[in-house]
C-alpha cells in the first residue's frame, strides 16, 4: 500500500491540536450561514458555546469566517478554476473547510503551512472528506503558490465578490463607476464609529478618535471597547456614522413625545433620548429589546419599551416618529459581509411589502403638524425612493421637507435631487480605507399636513 505523503498524513485524534478548534468553528460557521441562510452574527452567538473556546480562539473563528464572506466570489472562483471535475458531491464538510483555508492563506496573516495542516487535519476527522484529503491538500498549496495570480485577478473585476443580482442592481441605480466603488470599499475592514451624549470634539480627543463633520467619533484604532474610557460611565455607544444621521433629521425639541418604531437594538432611541425627547421604543422582538434596555440602563437614558409589532400598534399620535425598517441591509455588506450572500431578491421584495405596512402605521402615529422620518440601510432603490414615492403618491396630507447639507455636517454629496438622505458606503473619505466610508442608508423626512 502506498504510503501517504507528508502533507497528507492521518493525524493522531488522540491529541490536541493547537488552532484547530478555532478552524472547526469557522468552517461551521460558513456552513450553516451559507446553508440555511442566516446572519453570521446570530450564528455564532448561537453555536460558538458549543465548542468551548477561549476569547482569542473564537475571535480567530469569528475573524475567518468574517473574511472568508467578505471574499466570497474571489475564495469560490479560486477554487472553482482548479477543480476540473467540480467540486466532489457527497463530501461532507469538504467546501467550507477549503473556503476557511482559502481565506487565511489568501487574505489573513497565517502561514501557508499553518493555514493547510489544520485543514487537513480537520478533513481527516469526516469520513466523507476524508476522502479528498489529498484533493484538498494538492488545492490548497497551489492557492498558496498562486496567490499573487489570484489576487491580481480579483483586483481587476471589483465585482467578483458579489452575487450578480446585486452588482446589476448598483450598476442600474448608481452607474458603473459609482457600483465599482462600493464594491472596492466592501473589500476593506470597515471602521468602527460612536454616538457621544455629550462634547463629542473631547471624546474624540480622548480616545484618540476623529471627529467626523456629522457628530460621530471614529475611532483610530481597535480594542476592547469595554475597557475604553467612557464605557462604564455611559458616555457613548458603537453606532455607524451614517445610522446616526435619521435622529438628527428628525430634530426632537426637549420633552417631545418621539416613537421609534422597529427600534432594537436601540442606537436611536438612545440618541433621541440624549436629545431630551420622550421616547416610545417599539419592537416585536423580546430578546432584541432586551438588549435595548440593557444599553438604555448603561447609557443612563430611559425611555418607554413596548413590545409589539409596529404595523399593528395603536395610540395617540405623536409629535415625531422615527421608523427605521426592516430590510435586506445591503448598506451594511461592509460590516456584516454575510449578507450579500444570505439575501435574495425575492427577501428584498418581500420586505418592500413590508416596508410599505410599517410606512402607513407610522403615517397614522404622527399627529398633525408631526414629522415623519423613514429610513434604511439598504441600498436598494425598492426600498427607499421608489417607497416613499409609491406612499407620497398615496397620502396627499403628507408632503416631503428637503434635507439641508448643514443637517449633516455639510456633507453635500449624501443627500440626492429630491432632499433625501442617500449615504453611499465610498462617501466620507479618510486617511486610510480603514477610516475612510460609512453605511449606505436612505431616509426622508416627511411632514403630516
Known amino acids: 500500500m502506498a504510503r501517504e505523503s507528508a502533507g497528507e498524513m492521518k493525524p493522531d485524534a488522540t491529541e490536541p491540536v493547537p488552532g484547530l478548534p478555532a478552524r472547526r468553528l469557522a468552517a461551521t460557521l460558513i456552513d450553516e450561514v451559507l446553508r440555511a441562510k442566516l446572519a453570521l452574527d446570530e450564528t455564532y452567538d448561537r453555536i460558538s458555546p458549543d465548542f468551548g473556546l477561549d476569547a482569542a480562539d473564537a475571535g480567530l473563528a469569528r475573524a475567518i469566517a468574517i473574511t472568508a464572506f467578505r471574499r466570497l466570489g474571489t475564495i469560490q472562483h479560486a477554487i472553482n478554476a482548479k477543480l476540473e471535475r467540480g467540486s466532489p458531491r457527497n463530501s461532507g ?9 482559502a481565506a487565511q492563506i489568501l487574505f489573513l496573516d497565517v502561514p501557508d503551512h499553518a493555514a493547510v495542516d ?3 487535519r480537520h478533513l ?3 469520513a466523507r472528506s476524508s476522502r479528498y484529503v489529498a484533493l484538498g491538500n494538492a488545492l490548497l ?3 498558496a503558490r498562486e496567490r499573487d495570480a489570484i489576487l491580481a485577478e480579483a483586483e481587476a473585476d471589483l465585482f467578483l465578490d458579489l452575487p450578480d443580482w446585486l452588482s446589476e442592481s448598483w450598476r442600474e441605480a448608481y452607474g458603473e463607476e459609482t457600483a465599482a466603488a462600493i464594491a472596492k470599499i466592501h473589500r476593506d475592514e470597515p471602521p468602527l464609529d460612536l454616538s457621544v451624549k455629550q462634547d463629542a470634539a473631547g471624546w474624540a480627543q480622548r480616545l484618540d478618535g476623529l471627529l467626523l463633520p456629522t457628530g460621530s467619533v471614529r475611532l483610530r484604532e481597535r480594542g476592547s471597547l469595554t475597557a475604553m474610557p467612557g464605557f462604564d460611565e455611559g458616555a457613548w455607544w458603537v453606532q455607524d456614522a451614517a445610522a446616526a444621521l435619521p435622529a438628527l433629521l428628525l430634530a426632537p425639541k426637549a420633552g417631545e413625545r418621539v416613537a421609534d418604531l422597529c427600534a432594537a437594538p436601540g442606537g436611536k432611541t438612545a440618541q433621541l433620548a440624549a436629545m431630551g425627547a420622550s421616547v416610545t421604543a417599539v419592537d416585536r422582538s423580546g430578546p432584541r429589546l432586551r438588549r435595548l434596555r440593557e444599553n438604555l440602563t448603561r447609557l443612563g437614558l430611559t425611555a418607554e419599551i413596548v413590545t409589539k409589532d409596529a404595523s399593528l ?27 450579500a450572500w444570505t439575501k435574495t431578491p425575492d ?7 413590508l416596508q410599505a405596512r410599517l410606512l402607513e402605521a407610522a403615517a397614522r402615529l404622527t399627529k398633525s403638524g408631526g414629522r415623519l422620518v423613514y429610513c434604511t440601510c439598504s441600498l436598494e432603490p425598492q426600498e427607499g425612493e421608489h417607497q416613499i414615492a409609491a406612499f407620497l403618491a398615496e397620502n396627499a396630507d403628507f408632503r416631503r421637507q428637503p434635507i439641508t447639507p448643514d443637517e449633516i455636517g455639510g456633507v453635500s454629496g449624501a443627500i440626492d435631487a429630491n432632499g433625501d438622505l442617500r449615504t453611499l ?5 479618510g486617511d486610510t480605507a480603514r477610516l475612510s466610508g ?8 416627511l411632514i403630516r399636513l
Open 93 to 101: 464538510p469538504f467546501e467550507p473547510i477549503l473556503v476557511a483555508a
Open 118 to 120: 489544520l485543514a487537513i
Open 124 to 126: 481527516h476527522e469526516d
Open 141 to 143: 498549496r497551489r492557492l
Open 313 to 339: 400598534w395603536q395610540t395617540e399620535p405623536f409629535d415625531a416618529v422615527l421608523l427605521d425598517a426592516p430590510c435586506s441591509a445591503t448598506g451594511t455588506i461592509r460590516r456584516h459581509p454575510d449578507v
Open 347 to 353: 427577501d428584498r421584495d418581500k420586505l418592500v411589502a
Open 425 to 429: 458606503p465610498h462617501q466620507l473619505a
Open 438 to 445: 460609512w453605511a449606505g442608508f436612505y431616509a426622508c423626512r
